[in-house]
């Protein structure tokens, strides 16, 4: 396995069949090459720095029914809840005293968030905090919605593509949405400046390897500024419930590759991989990440925006979570950076150079 991940590690390129072999090794020894590797090409591009992004979960309605989603509209007994335009702006204020220099608004598809209701949130952050990212998560809109955010002040927009094999996106989700929406909408947010962010879930129901490289295939068409994966995790009130979660071990070993592929790419710790084992995220740090996303949200809401069974960091304060996580980086081996992290790569065409 050495000379593959060497080849990784020279090349950023793998055939499929070299992938394969990878993405299903389970030895410990592979992992810590992998391990070593993906930092050494993190500390070459972004040094110890890790980047904070504040989280600010809007909303827990959603009028879509992705059958893995926690907050689904179809979750019986899901709380919901959605975040007035002075919260929004509270948590804001709360995260620039933190010393967040983006803010992630991140939500189900609430048709109470209008394009005249988001435009008037983002241009009154923009206003206030020229020097933050206005980050975007809010799922499909039309182009004309993106455009409109973007000028009001948006500047980035994650959207994970969820599963790049249209079987699998089907298993995953009601047959109204479709990959090619999905597609659509990260194509239009590209084109129109964002730096985007996109994703998939490790370990989904129905997931095979075929799937993870056609993944890996699609993010190398797509090029995006940001790489969001993390575990599937079942909740218990969704048609997945009794799925088996995805594994710590192949979730890193993606992270990894994602690393060795992208070594440009932003690439967070996620809050689901800190819920898969305690030192997730940490370990996360170790095999290439260089974002974490702690949560912004009032301490209210936070057990409301339940996307999977038992997400962590839902009981602290922001200024908890904010100083938690500085520790566990710092444990980690990594340094904090109070700035807006931008993709080393990022151009003002919105394309990786
Ligand atoms: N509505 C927006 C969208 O669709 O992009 C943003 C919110 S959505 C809840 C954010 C992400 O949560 C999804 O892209 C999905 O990958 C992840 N997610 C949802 N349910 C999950 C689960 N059961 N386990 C792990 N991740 C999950
Ligand atoms: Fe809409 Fe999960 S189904 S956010």
Do not use: W
């Not at 009001?152 to 990959?179: F, I």
């Not at 490289?213 to 699609?218: Q, S």
């Amino acid at each position: 396995m050495n000379d593959i991940i060497e080849k990784l590690y020279l090349t950023s390129d793998l055939t499929d069949e070299e992938l394969r072999a990878l993405i299903t090794d389970e030895s410990p020894e592979t992992a810590e090459l992998l391990r070593r590797r993906a930092d050494e090409v993190r500390r070459r591009e972004y040094g110890e720095k890790v980047f904070l992004r504040g989280l600010i979960e809007i909303s827990s309605y959603c009028r879509n029914d992705c059958l893995y989603c926690g907050i689904r509209r179809s979750s019986r007994d899901a709380e919901r809840y959605r975040l007035s335009r002075e919260d929004i702006l509270a948590c804001c204020e709360n995260g620039y005293e933190l010393g967040f220099r983006t803010f992630v608004m991140q939500g189900g598809e609430d048709p109470h968030f209008t394009d005249d209701v988001m435009c008037g949130i983002v241009s009154e952050i923009r206003g206030k905090y020229p020097d933050c990212a206005i980050t975007l998560s809010l799922g499909e809109r039309s182009h004309e919605s993106y455009k409109r955010l973007k000028d009001a002040g948006a500047d980035r927009y994650l959207l994970r593509h969820e599963a790049a094999s249209p079987e699998l996106y089907a298993k995953l989700h009601p047959a109204e949405l479709s990959l090619e929406n999905r597609k659509r909408c990260l194509s239009d947010l590209k084109s129109l400046g964002y730096q985007v962010g996109a994703g998939f879930m490790v370990g989904a129901p129905f997931q095979t390897v075929d799937d993870l490289i056609a993944d890996l295939r699609f993010l190398q068409e797509l090029r995006p500024q940001m790489i969001g994966i993390g575990p599937f995790i079942p909740h218990h009130s969704t048609p997945f419930s009794g799925e088996k979660p995805g594994t710590l071990a192949l979730t890193l070993r993606l992270l990894g590759i994602l690393r060795l592929m992208f070594p440009k790419v932003l690439l967070p710790a996620t809050t689901a991989l800190g819920t898969i084992a305690p030192n997730g995220r940490e370990l996360g740090l170790q095999t290439g990440c260089n974002v974490v996303m702690p949560n912004l949200s009032p301490v209210r809401v936070r057990k409301k925006y339940d996307l999977y069974d038992n997400k962590i960091c839902t009981g602290e304060e922001a200024a908890e979570c904010r100083g938690c996580l500085q520790r566990r980086i710092e444990a980690a081996g990594y340094t904090v950076a109070c700035e807006r992290g931008d993709c080393a790569d990022f151009d003002t065409q919105g394309e990786l150079k």
